[in-house]
C-alpha cells in the first residue's frame, strides 16, 4: 500500500511543472486524492484535493487559477499542473490518501 510522487524539480518564475503520484495497494478509485506541501519552517498545508470520480476539486487561496489537480482512476494516478509559479511555492510536495502519506517531491521555484 503506497502513493509514490514525481515530477517535482527547479524551475523559474513563471514556469510550469507537473507532479504525479502513483498509488497501489488500495482501491484508489474509491478514495479522495489530495496534494500538500510543506515549505522550510512551515507547517504542512492543504494545496488541493479531488473527489473519487474527479468531479469536484477544491484549492488552497494561494493557489487558486494557477493548480490544477486531476486523476485518472484507470491509472490510479493523481496529477497536480502547477503554472505560473512563485518562489513562495518551493516546498516539498506530498501525495495523501486517507491514512497514506507519499515522500514527497522537491520543487523549488527560483531564477
Known amino acids: 500500500v503506497q502513493v509514490v510522487e514525481s515530477g517535482g524539480g527547479l524551475v523559474q518564475p513563471g514556469g510550469s511543472l507537473r507532479l504525479s503520484c502513483a498509488a497501489s495497494?488500495?482501491?484508489?478509485?474509491?478514495?479522495?486524492m489530495s496534494w500538500y506541501r510543506q515549505a522550510p519552517g512551515r507547517e504542512r498545508e492543504l494545496v488541493a484535493a479531488i473527489g473519487s470520480t474527479g468531479d469536484s476539486t477544491n484549492y488552497a487561496d494561494s493557489v487558486k487559477g494557477r493548480f490544477t489537480i486531476s486523476r485518472d482512476n484507470a491509472k490510479n494516478t493523481v496529477y497536480l499542473q502547477m503554472n505560473s509559479l512563485k518562489p513562495e511555492d518551493t516546498a516539498v510536495y506530498y501525495c495523501?490518501?486517507?491514512?497514506?502519506w507519499g515522500q514527497g517531491t522537491q520543487v523549488t521555484v527560483s531564477s
Open positions: 495523501r490518501a486517507p491514512g497514506l
Open positions: 495497494g488500495f482501491t484508489f478509485w474509491r478514495h479522495i
